[in-house]
């Protein structure tokens, strides 16, 4: 697995990460065995970075529960960040966040459910944020309690990083970004690769779909995907697909078009660490195993002019 250093923790992680969001059922039923199995076959694979969040789930907080009791053994050899913010927000009964003693009961919360002494990084979830001093104030404390080690920030808009780095202290920032939405390439990247933020790639997959297993034919029953049936969602869907046809020349023997969309992101070097979501061991595996290389130049360049 390549290796890459995150931001300013000076943290060395796999450039490939394990997103544990899907594992917690929210959006097609995993069993617990198929979590835990996923995030192990990961871990085996060479994966030493998993992202979650207090949120996530089905209940809210089972993927921490379940990401927890996976890596109980190898604690000390892990990245864990997970994220407050939007617990509740489902159920509709978001939490204020209007004192930064909502952020401290947050992580001591996921603390408990993940049964650690300490998540390594706490991510602030919500991407318009515009109370970051609240989120600094409850991070420092949380510092010096040692609950975490480090903070950051999960956003795609640029004037949400730079607030959350105003002091020059932001660790991390979590970004949407893959073959089918390089938007981030315009702003995000950059200013994370000049101020040393390591950056966390989710969505690299754009849930599936820059796998190029759908077709234009494809029906969705989870509670993410059914709006990509019809109306708005399902255009989206089709002008994505005609951009999945046109990188279909990364695909061969020896590599899936999944494997290559993950090398596409990883191979932005102002990436850090991409998260692709796996929902069974062989996705984990397969996930795993394309952080051993990254695209060539002449393939990269193709897939920019493609998808341009
Ligand atoms: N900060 C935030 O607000 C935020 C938001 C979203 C996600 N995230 C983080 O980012 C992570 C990844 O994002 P994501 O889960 O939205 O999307 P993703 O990684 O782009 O896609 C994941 C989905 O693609 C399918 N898949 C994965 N590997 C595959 C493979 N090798 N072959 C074929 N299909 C495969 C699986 O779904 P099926 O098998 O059901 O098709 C899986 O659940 C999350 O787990 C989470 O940790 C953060």
Redesign the pocket.
Known sequence: MIQRTLGKTGWQVGVMGF????IGGQ??KVEKNAAINSIRAALDCGVNFF???DA?GNPPGISEEWVGEALASVRDKVIIAT?AG?FARRDGHPLAFTTPLHVELCCEASLHRMKIDCVDLL?C?L?QCTEPDIWFEAFDRLLRKGYIRAFGI?TNSIEVVKAFNRRGDCATC?L?Y?YLNRSAEADVLPYCQENNIGTII???????I??G?FTRDSKFD?WVRRNWNEGDGRETLHKKLDVVDKVRFLENDGR?L??AALQFVVTHPAVSVA??????V??AQ??ATAGEALLSDDEYAKVCEATA
């Open positions: 997103g544990a969001w899907g959006w097609g992202d979650t969040a996530y994220k939007n991510q979830h991407a999960s979590q949407d893959s989710r969505g690299p997959l754009d849930k599936g820059a796998t297993k989870d899936t999944a494997q998260i692709p979501g796996a929902k069974n062989d996705q397969a996930n």
